[in-house]
């Protein structure tokens, strides 16, 4: 078992950044797979970013490649998105996810998740 509880989320400008954070319980954080996922209102959630149990790969939806960056702190038990660029359109809520296994992209295949952390972009 797994508990995710995410931080980090906020206000910012358009071109802003922010650094989100997800805390995992257990000692076996580092034998998951960790994803970014985000769900706009009225959509359905879409993937961020993952990265592999060593951090040694990541991963990237197309609409955040060179502007997010996922990396992870295997001994402290936590996973970060680093958010720059940001634009309106990465409004919403973001939850980070653990499953085992090969990364993915699909939210169906994830284990575990966090309850979310609002993010909001102004223009």
């Known amino acids: 078992q797994v508990q995710l509880v995410e931080s980090g989320g906020g206000l910012v400008q358009v071109g802003g950044s922010l650094r989100l954070s997800c805390a995992a319980s257990?000692?076996?954080?580092?034998?998951?797979?960790m994803g970014w996922f985000r769900q706009a209102p009225g959509e359905e959630r879409r993937f961020v970013a993952a990265?592999?149990?060593?951090?040694?790969?990541?991963y990237y939806a197309n609409s955040v490649k060179g502007r997010f960056t996922i990396s992870r702190d295997n001994a402290k038990n936590t996973v970060y998105l680093q958010m720059n660029s940001l634009k309106p359109e990465d409004t919403a809520v973001y939850y980070c996810?653990?499953?085992?296994?090969?990364?993915?992209?699909?939210?169906?295949?994830?284990?575990?998740w966090g309850q979310g952390t609002q993010v909001t972009v102004a223009s």
């Open positions: 996810a653990a499953k085992r296994g090969d990364a993915s992209s699909r939210s169906a295949f994830y284990d575990y």
């Open positions: 257990g000692r076996t954080f580092s034998t998951y797979v």
């Open positions: 990265i592999n149990w060593s951090g040694s790969n990541t």
